[in-house]
């Protein structure tokens, strides 16, 4: 079958490695005669991708590496062609939803194995591509706002919420889930004139740019999907007894780098984290909820075929790419 793989060394037989030697775009291959793989034990589902995302830092997540080995490509959509002789809860044709483990990856390829409390149905009004679109940004903005942040799902009484990288892959669903929670949103973007409008549109009470953060009234809740700078002023808006929370790859350790920088001054009362989002069917379980009743879909900013995600990952990478997700269709 035909799959994309990562170079496991470089052009001049050094091995790739995290943190410090990551693999460049360069690194990413497609493969024709990779073999297809194989139903081998309880909960495992084979199933023929029929589409799947692009994240812009995956390069960089150390599951990559040994001694993990994981493969590229993580949210899918698709019809399941094969189960373990146990499985219960799907059959054979059922077209199904998700995203894998960070630790597995591997749906950039023609065919893939994924677990099944790791799938779920697909609802009958998304296409593959939209499909594809969901599970890993809406994963991690649900887990972000519900699970960690821990955010009342029905607002009693609302809560102040701020959005960094609002108009993002991830930070669109963090407003629409927080929205329709019942919570008071201010999303940030780097340009209203260019990200107002789409803002405006899935709920966002107000929208702000990251120059006016020192005009802002302070935030019960702020999460940050941008990391950098933008991460380092956010705990100049987030209340004394206020929560943040960033799951960006390039936030690691950056509770300890602000303590470090001085900029936690006055806010040793933050209940500060970061996280990384895990497959969740009850995640998954809100998030078709949302399909179904029409308040949630897919953004796909374009497709591209196995021969193209090296140049796509690059263009995610280089981030300010537009609204959506580029979906891969292998």
């Avoid at 892959?169 to 789409?198: C, D, I, P, W």
């Avoid at 897919?298 to 263009?315: I, N, P, Q, W």
Wanted: negative net charge.
């Amino acid at each position: 079958m035909r799959a994309a793989r990562v170079r496991a060394t470089s052009p001049e037989g050094t091995p790739y490695a995290f943190p410090n030697n990551p693999a460049p775009s360069s690194a990413i291959e497609i493969h024709d005669d990779i073999p297809k793989p194989q139903v081998s034990k309880p909960g495992e589902l084979l199933i023929r991708v029929k589409a799947s995302t692009v994240y812009r830092d995956n390069l960089i997540w150390n599951e990559l590496y040994p001694p993990n080995h994981a493969l590229l490509g993580n949210d899918f959509a698709g019809i399941i062609v094969d189960v373990h002789e146990s499985e219960q809860d799907f059959r054979i044709g059922d077209h199904v939803y998700g995203m894998s483990h960070a630790k597995r990856g591997g749906m950039w390829a023609e065919y893939a194995v994924v677990m099944s409390e790791e799938a779920v149905k697909k609802p009958d009004n998304l296409s593959w591509e939209e499909a594809a679109a969901l599970p890993g940004a809406a994963i991690t903005a649900d887990q972000a706002l519900f699970m960690h942040a821990g955010l009342e799902t029905t607002a009693q009484p609302p809560k102040r919420v701020l959005i960094t990288g609002a108009s993002g892959g991830v930070g669109m669903y963090l407003v629409q889930f927080a929205v329709a929670a019942g919570h008071y949103v201010v999303a940030a973007t780097s340009s209203k004139e260019r990200n107002g409008s789409f803002l405006h549109s899935i709920g966002a009470h107000e929208v702000v740019e990251y120059s006016e953060f020192g005009t802002l009234d302070k935030f019960d809740f702020v999460v940050d999907s941008v990391g950098f700078q933008v991460l380092s002023d956010c705990w100049s808006v987030v209340k004394p007894d206020g929560t943040l929370v960033s799951f960006d790859a390039s936030s690691w350790g950056y509770i300890e780098e602000g303590k470090s920088q001085g900029i936690t001054k006055g806010k040793e009362g933050v209940r500060a984290l970061y996280f990384i989002a895990e497959p969740s069917r009850v995640s998954m379980a809100r998030i078709s909820e949302h399909v179904l009743k029409g308040s949630m879909k897919g953004h796909v900013l374009k497709t591209v075929s196995l021969d193209d995600v090296r140049e796509a990952y690059e263009a995610v990478h280089s981030r300010g790419i537009g609204q959506g997700k580029i979906v891969v269709l292998p």
